[in-house]
């Protein structure tokens, strides 16, 4: 009976046998969160698997008459991109929805488990899904592309040049339709310079001196029938906005002597997507910047009604908005010297972004080494649509890559 009391009461070793209990959940713990985190990695893989298939899906959809034929295409497709795990098998793609052109894509595969299968467990099922449309929208696109003496230096004109062609030929062979990619060209110093065709407009207006002391015969008034197209800023509040005149003088263009020879003519919307080319190529470096002018002649060449724009109102439009500039605004209408940074007019930029926000257009901003970085970069619609060139080499890639996002199909998830 002693042995059996002692035996009982002696707790040496008692920690050890705790310790052992206690570490059994932790591996169930930690195998559980093997097994979830080699799930997650394969999601991640079939995700994008499935998202590149339904890009590359889009291509032959016109060619796929049924269900059936959207399924094998893209169960072959997709076993050419999905990189599957250590005894992952290859996935299975349900039957796609297909209404019109949209299809929805599903596909799965079993992921086998370590610390479950100890258990008994079955395989963890793991899922993606995506949704594309194809075919359905036109695109307008407005290029305001500062033309300044300053992009001479540096190769940046003749970098942007190469951008934009580059960019042309992506819309070219993004475009399967005559007219369902559209662009317009807004070169701009302190003016833009518009078709002289416009002379006789009512919206136009010639009874305006500017009042910037340091613009030489600002006290001029223009000779209609002379008038070789240059504009000034409109009176303010519609300096920094895009809407379309009206009966009120205020909101007409007005029409200056130009400031510097050399200023191109905007290119109104086209899908002419050549002459696009055409028209940036013959752009000359001269003059000082209003980047504001460029900003929102740009936003006008592509708003439905404006008699700047041969936009249409109808369909699935998407519109989008490219500004370029390599320097701090320096001259406008009011104020400015032509060399300093102007804050003034600093501000009537981001009063003009502001106002653009309340429009459906998507905006790319681009500084090309030099410029009013936050500025531009508060401008553009989402951070990532701010790019920022630190050398002219840079413009080739950035153009590229914008060209493809905005061609690119739609997707969802």
Not at 369 to 380: D, H, Q, R, T, V
Request: glycine share 8%; charged share 20%.
């Amino acid at each position: 009976m002693k042995a059996i009391r002692t035996f009982l009461g002696d707790q040496r070793g008692t920690t050890a046998v705790i310790f052992g209990l206690s570490v059994l959940p932790l591996l169930a713990f930690v195998g559980v969160a093997v097994d979830y985190s080699r799930g997650s990695h394969e999601k991640v893989k079939l995700q994008a698997a499935l998202d590149a298939t339904a890009i590359a899906l889009v291509r032959e959809a016109d060619t796929l008459k049924t269900p059936d034929a959207f399924q094998r295409r893209a169960t072959t497709i997709l076993n050419s991109l999905y990189a599957a795990g250590p005894n992952v098998p290859m996935p299975t793609v349900a039957m796609p929805e297909v209404a019109g052109k949209r299809v929805k894509l599903s596909a799965t595969t079993p992921v086998p488990t370590i610390f479950s299968a100890f258990q008994g467990g079955r395989p963890m099922q793991v899922g993606a899904t995506t949704e594309t449309v194809w075919g359905t929208r036109t695109i307008e696109v407005a290029l305001a592309l500062d033309t300044t003496g300053s992009m001479a230096s540096s190769g940046k004109m003749e970098a942007l040049k190469v951008a934009v062609g580059d960019l042309v030929d992506i819309f070219k062979a993004a475009s399967k339709t005559p007219g369902d990619i559209k662009v317009s060209v807004v070169p701009f110093n302190t003016q833009v310079r518009i078709p002289v065709t416009h002379r006789d407009a009512a919206w136009m207006r010639y009874d305006v001196r500017l009042e910037n002391p340091n613009i030489t015969g600002r006290a001029k008034q223009v000779n209609r029938p002379n008038w070789n197209g240059c504009l000034a800023d409109r009176d303010q509040r519609y300096d920094a906005s895009s809407e379309s005149p009206s009966g009120l003088e205020a909101t007409k263009y007005v029409a200056a002597e130009c400031g510097v020879a050399g200023l191109a003519t905007m290119l109104p919307l086209t899908a002419d997507l050549e002459s696009v080319r055409t028209t940036v190529n013959a752009m000359t470096p001269t003059g000082a910047t209003n980047v504001t002018i460029g900003f929102t002649t740009g936003l006008s060449s592509i708003r439905p009604g404006h008699p700047l724009s041969a936009s249409g109102s109808g369909g699935d439009v998407q519109r989008y908005l490219i500004l370029l500039t390599d320097g701090d605004n320096t001259q406008n209408r009011w104020t400015g010297n032509g060399s300093a940074t102007s804050t003034a007019i600093d501000d009537r930029l981001k009063l003009a972004c502001d106002e653009a926000r309340k429009e459906a257009v998507s905006i790319y901003t681009v500084r090309v080494i030099a410029g009013n970085e936050p500025l531009l970069k508060s401008c553009a619609t989402e951070p990532g649509m701010y790019s920022n060139a630190s050398n002219a080499a840079q413009l080739k890639p950035i153009f590229e890559r914008i060209a493809r996002e905005i061609t690119g199909t739609r997707l969802s998830f």
